[in-house]
């Protein structure tokens, strides 16, 4: 699975916002742990198959910090590994999330 999750979103870098130096060195924190949380975000959401996911309910199966989850949900989809629904589901809050799905290759 390695091979299929090269990343190569944002210039194969973690996201940072720019100009931002915390941004970045949170970003440049992450690099070690980038592939492994790319694969286990990848993978909760396919095992999920049409049920699918929201970042909440990712958040609490995985344990993986939800500023750390978005941004790897987001690579997902630009990579076209998962797309979001038009699906909603509550969250613990009362309010709706979008649920994401992965793409069959």
């Known amino acids: 699975m390695t091979e299929q999750l090269n990343l190569t979103a944002y210039r194969g ?7 931002s130096a915390t941004s970045k060195q949170a970003a440049d924190a992450i690099k070690p742990m980038r592939l492994s949380l790319f694969q286990r975000v990848h993978n909760f959401i396919e095992e999920r198959e049409k049920w699918g996911a929201t970042q909440e309910e990712i958040h609490l199966e995985t344990g993986i910090k939800e500023n750390t989850l978005r941004p790897r949900i987001r690579e997902l989809e630009i990579k076209g590994l998962i797309e979001k629904t038009d699906e909603t589901r509550k969250t613990k809050s009362g309010r709706n999330a979008v649920v994401y799905r992965a793409v069959a290759a």
């Open 13 to 19: 870098e973690p996201p940072h916002v720019a100009g």
